[in-house]
């Protein structure tokens, strides 16, 4: 089989760097190209020099329409606003689209839909295994403690993420909703400060931790009277991300176009 050529919208970043370790390293796949925004350093440096695997006769864009046409994968750790045009180019060009920027809101949400009806778009606030096995974890857990147990997620990354709590804060705090049959919305408390008065039964409440060079690392703690439970992930570095980004758009290679998430790479919904 021919290798899955892979573009890498944000090619600069640490992540996109991650990304084109891995995708090199990674059989069957081959880098297609990357791209930054316009006006950025890093347009026409090489690919495979900014990520430090050697020159790879690839220099980096700031077209990524022509990115999408050339690649059959993209995978996308830029911006929100940079994945609304991002999107719109895997629906025009039905190429596979990995997405692993967070921040996301419902417009986003609605562009991913919309690139879903023509592609197979994998989205998740997070690709790590341990990750996407606590967050099954923490919704069976909820549902077995129920209301008793106050639910509390706390998170730590590097001082240079941009976006809180994290997406994936964000998402354990859904799994953990889900089990007790309500929605994030109604129940999440993200801040705290001065005369906040006694904690209200049912919240599930949110910690934001920001230093030094962490790649993430989240708790979710259940404490009823008595006892607490803690369930905790840490991640050692960013290529457990980026491998399951590379391993995302390869799965993704014979799916037919919809939205997919992690358990379903992963196969932790049976799929
Ligand atoms: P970063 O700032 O190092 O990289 C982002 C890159 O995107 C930068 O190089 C930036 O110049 C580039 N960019 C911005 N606008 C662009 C555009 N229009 N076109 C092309 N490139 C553009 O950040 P990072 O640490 O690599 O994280 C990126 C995103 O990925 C964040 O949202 C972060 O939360 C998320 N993230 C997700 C996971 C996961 O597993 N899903 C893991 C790590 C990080």
């Known amino acids: 089989m021919e290798p899955l050529k892979i573009g890498i919208v944000g090619a600069a970043g640490r992540m996109g760097c991650m990304v084109a370790r891995v995708a090199e390293e990674t059989a069957g796949c081959a880098l297609a190209g990357g791209t930054e925004y316009q006006g950025s350093e890093a347009i026409g440096r090489d690919l495979g020099a900014l990520a430090g695997i050697g020159a790879k006769d690839l220099p980096v864009g700031d077209d990524p329409a022509g990115l999408f046409a050339a690649a059959d994968a993209v995978i996308d750790f830029t911006t929100p606003a940079a994945l609304l045009v991002h999107a719109g180019l895997a629906k025009e060009t039905g190429t596979i689209y990995v997405v692993g920027t967070t921040g996301l809101g419902a417009e986003h949400e609605a562009v991913l839909d919309a690139a879903a009806a023509e592609t197979a778009v994998m989205q998740a606030a997070n690709m790590s295994l341990g990750v996407n096995l606590l967050l099954a974890l923490v919704e069976q857990v909820s549902a077995a403690l129920g209301p008793e147990a106050d639910i509390e997620i706390l998170e730590m990354h590097h001082r240079h993420k941009v976006d809180a709590p994290s997406g994936t804060a964000l998402a354990l705090g859904r799994a953990a909703a889900s089990g007790r049959g309500v929605e994030l919305d109604a129940v ?22 920001r230093g030094g060079d962490v790649p993430g690392e989240h708790s979710v703690i259940f404490a009823a009277e008595g006892e607490r439970l803690e369930l905790t992930h840490k991640a050692g570095n960013r290529e457990i991300f980026a491998r399951g980004a590379v391993r995302a758009a390869l799965w993704c290679r014979d799916k037919p176009a919809g939205r997919y998430t992690m358990a379903d790479v992963l196969g932790l919904d049976g799929g």
Not at 191 to 209: C, E, K, M, N, Q
């Open 188 to 209: 999440a408390q993200k801040v705290r400060d001065g005369a906040t008065g006694p904690r209200r039964a049912g919240d599930i409440g949110f910690a934001t931790l």
